[in-house]
């Protein structure tokens, strides 16, 4: 199963996967973001070019100070650089088939060859609701102090595709 990036003939109007942000996201301003080059998008498609699941991806920094204690010691700057996966979604129709889950080790493989080029300390999430912090816990994310946000060291991460 083969993510690309988003490009003009992928079809989005017909794209729902019951949080309607994510759906309005993907039907109506993620090109204005990747236009402005402040994500990313990749997409997976049907037969038809239909987008069948999506997710972003964007540069950022988190605070040292947000950072648990116990992975902040080493850490010796104010501000950490990391990749975010900003929005990332399943049709309905498809959900339940494990496509989350490719998706997510799509942009974290993504992020750790980003990571062999430029620094990245971790990986930033931002689930919509109490389901999605279930699913990305599942994957070892876990919550920033103070903040909703979700955090996985990109050395874990790399233990965990056996790189490191
Ligand atoms: C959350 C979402 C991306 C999961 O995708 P999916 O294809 O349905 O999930 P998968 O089949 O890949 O599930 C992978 C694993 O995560 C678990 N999982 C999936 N959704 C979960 C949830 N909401 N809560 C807890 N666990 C969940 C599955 O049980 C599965 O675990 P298993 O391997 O032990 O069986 C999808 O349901 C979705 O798009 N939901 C609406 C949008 C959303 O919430 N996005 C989250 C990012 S903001």
């Known amino acids: ?3 690309k ?3 003009k003939k992928h079809n989005r109007k017909g794209f729902y996967c019951g949080i309607v ?3 309005n996201y993907i039907k109506q301003y993620v090109s204005q973001d990747v236009k402005r080059k402040l994500a990313v998008c990749y997409v997976l498609e049907d037969e038809d070019a239909n987008v069948i699941a999506y997710y972003t991806l964007s540069a950022s920094r988190i605070d040292l100070n947000d950072i648990p204690d116990h992975l902040k010691r080493s850490l010796k700057y104010p501000e ?3 990749v975010i996966i900003g929005r990332l979604a399943v049709h309905i129709d ?3 088939n494990k496509l989350g889950q490719i998706l997510l080790i799509d942009a974290l493989k993504r992020i750790i060859e980003v990571g062999a080029l430029i620094g990245n300390h971790a990986v930033i999430v931002d689930p919509i609701n109490e389901s999605a912090e279930k699913f990305y816990s599942k994957f070892g994310f876990i919550q920033l102090k103070d903040s909703k946000r979700m955090f996985l060291p990109l050395k874990t991460v790399a233990t965990l595709f056996g790189i490191e």
Request: no cysteine.
């Open 80 to 82: 950490i650089p990391v």
């Open 94 to 96: 498809y959900q339940g």
């Open 21 to 23: 942000e994510l759906d």
């Open 5 to 7: 990036v988003l490009e």
């Open 1 to 3: 199963m083969t993510l």
